[in-house]
Structures are given as structure tokens and as C-alpha cells.
């Protein structure tokens, strides 16, 4: 399957942004999808998961209760609201693919194959 991701930009704190994931090329349904994150001078972080049928769910704790993720299999998407943005959610947002038999779901960016393009979030004070 291949990634691509969108929906960045620059907000102020306590605004939202929605990212979208799209996929293609595989059945999208095939795969849990994975949001990661990465600023710089720091490793790639865990943001959020869902698996193939979005019936399972996992966030950083670093996020819940602002951001949500969901999907929709119909239209090969996988979204994540963002929610009371702060400057420290600040960095380059991926998601990523892995194809899976069960409801998985992963947390760490080794358990990925696909990785999509990056979208930047900028939070400003």
C-alpha cells in the first residue's frame, strides 16, 4: 500500500487541524494505520493507532483526551483530529502501514513497513 499524508499547517495554541492518511495500490482495509511524529533533534514518536477494522484504538498519552483518530475503510482514510494544539505538538506528522490478520494494533515505528510522507504542524504561542 502506499501513504500519503496531508492536512498540516500552521495554527495558534488551543486550535485544531485535521490530518488525513490516504492509502492506495492494496486493500487499505489490510492494514493497522499508525500516526507518528518527529521534531527536530528528537526520535520519531508514537501518536496514535487504529486497527484494520478501527475497532481498536491507542494514544500517547501526550495526546489523549485532544487528538482522536478514526477511519473509514470505504474511502481508504484515516483521520486525525487535532484538537487544543499546543507548541509542543509542534513537528512533522507520518503515518504508517501494517498489514495485519487481526485487529493489532502498533506503537513503535519498527512494527511499520510503510511509512507515508511527513505533513508539518506548526503550533504557535
Known amino acids: 500500500v502506499q501513504l500519503q499524508a496531508f492536512g498540516g499547517g500552521s495554527v495558534q495554541t488551543g486550535e485544531s487541524l485535521r490530518l488525513s492518511c490516504t492509502g492506495s495500490?492494496?486493500?487499505?482495509?489490510?492494514?493497522?494505520i499508525g500516526w507518528f511524529r518527529q521534531s527536530p533533534g528528537k526520535e520519531r514518536e508514537f501518536v496514535a493507532t487504529?486497527?484494520?477494522?478501527?475497532?481498536?484504538?491507542d494514544y500517547a498519552d501526550s495526546v489523549k483526551g485532544r487528538f482522536a483518530i478514526r477511519r473509514d475503510n470505504a474511502k481508504n482514510m484515516v483521520i486525525l483530529q487535532m484538537n487544543r494544539l499546543r507548541p509542543e505538538d509542534t513537528a512533522i506528522f507520518y503515518c504508517?502501514?501494517?498489514?495485519?490478520?487481526?485487529?493489532?494494533?502498533?506503537?513503535?515505528?519498527?512494527?511499520?513497513?510503510?511509512w507515508g510522507q511527513g505533513t508539518q504542524v506548526t503550533v504557535s504561542s
Open positions: 504508517a502501514a501494517q498489514n495485519t490478520v487481526t485487529g493489532a494494533i502498533f506503537t513503535r515505528p519498527h512494527q511499520y513497513s510503510t
Open positions: 495500490g492494496r486493500t487499505f482495509s489490510d492494514y493497522a
Open positions: 487504529i486497527s484494520r477494522a478501527g475497532t481498536v484504538k
